[in-house]
Nanobody
Framework: QVQLVESGGGSVQSGGSLRLSCAASRYPSSSYCMAWFRQIPGKEREGVAGIEFDGTTTYADSVKGRFTISQDKAEKTVYLQMNNLKSEDTAVYYC?????????????????????WGQGTQVTVSS
């Protein structure tokens, strides 16, 4: 099984930046998808960004140009650099992993069937 541990959440003022980290115990396959989702209370969990085994990235329209997903494969860690944060970015952010690379190609849709999830980390943006 894949275990995911997230860190880096916190409180920041509008326009500020945060970087989230997700460390994986192992990759689910050689052709994986690692992704970030977020959830606001009362709303369904939504995709934010995804990165595939070969470095291909996908972003939700709401974060394009502001967020950057990256990975350190040697450390089995993915990152989410969040810049120019807005109040609507306030949410619990979750790291997810799947052995199916193509699950990264749907960040504007609802939560797909990722088998592995982190515990979540709170991001609060104040104004």
């Amino acid at each position: 099984q894949v275990q995911l541990v997230e860190s880096g959440g916190g409180s920041v003022q509008s326009g500020g930046s945060l970087r989230l980290s997700c460390a994986a115990s192992r990759y689910p396959s050689s052709s994986y998808c690692m992704a970030w989702f977020r959830q606001i209370p009362g709303k369904e969990r939504e995709g934010v960004a995804g990165i595939e085994f070969d470095g291909t990235t996908t972003y939700a329209d709401s974060v394009k140009g502001r967020f950057t997903i990256s990975q350190d494969k040697a450390e089995k860690t993915v990152y989410l650099q969040m810049n120019n944060l807005k109040s609507e970015d306030t949410a619990v952010y979750y790291c997810a992993a799947s052995g199916l690379w193509y699950l990264c190609r749907g960040m504007n849709g609802n939560r797909p069937s990722f088998p592995y999830w982190g515990q979540g980390t709170q991001v609060t943006v104040s104004s």
